[in-house]
């Protein structure tokens, strides 16, 4: 199982990326899918979350700007980011808890895509 994360770039501010992550390989079944950031120098926070049943988390300093959402079908989970500003420059991490054997269930990142956001 593989969780790959897409969609980062530069963008002016107040400008929108929207990123995606996908699970591929044997996936039986997801559950908390989340987006961590990393801005340089800092430590990684938690940005947004959405369980099995669709319930979504924020933290404060996106809400009212960022939308998490997912397909189910296609194993993926998206983070909508509009109004970006400065302060949200950093390497986007996805993770998730994915059933990959019968009851094996493990917690999966993807690799980081990188989000650039000028003044």
């Known amino acids: 199982v593989q969780l790959q994360a897409f969609g980062g770039g530069l963008v002016q501010a107040g400008g929108s990326l929207r990123l995606s992550c996908a699970a591929s390989?044997?996936?039986?079944?997801?559950?908390?899918m989340t987006w961590f950031r990393q801005a340089p120098g800092k430590q990684r926070e938690l940005v947004a979350t959405?369980?099995?049943?669709?319930?979504?988390n924020y933290v404060d300093s996106v809400k009212g700007r960022f939308t998490i959402s997912r397909d189910n079908a296609k194993n993926t989970v998206y983070l909508q980011m509009n109004s970006l500003k400065p302060e949200d420059t950093a390497v986007y991490y996805c993770?998730?808890?994915?059933?990959?054997?019968?009851?094996?269930?493990?917690?999966?990142w993807g690799q980081g895509t990188e989000v650039t956001v000028s003044s």
């Open positions: 993770r998730a808890l994915i059933n990959y054997e019968r009851t094996t269930w493990s917690t999966f």
């Open positions: 390989g044997s996936v039986l079944g997801i559950r908390d």
């Open positions: 959405i369980t099995s049943g669709d319930t979504t």
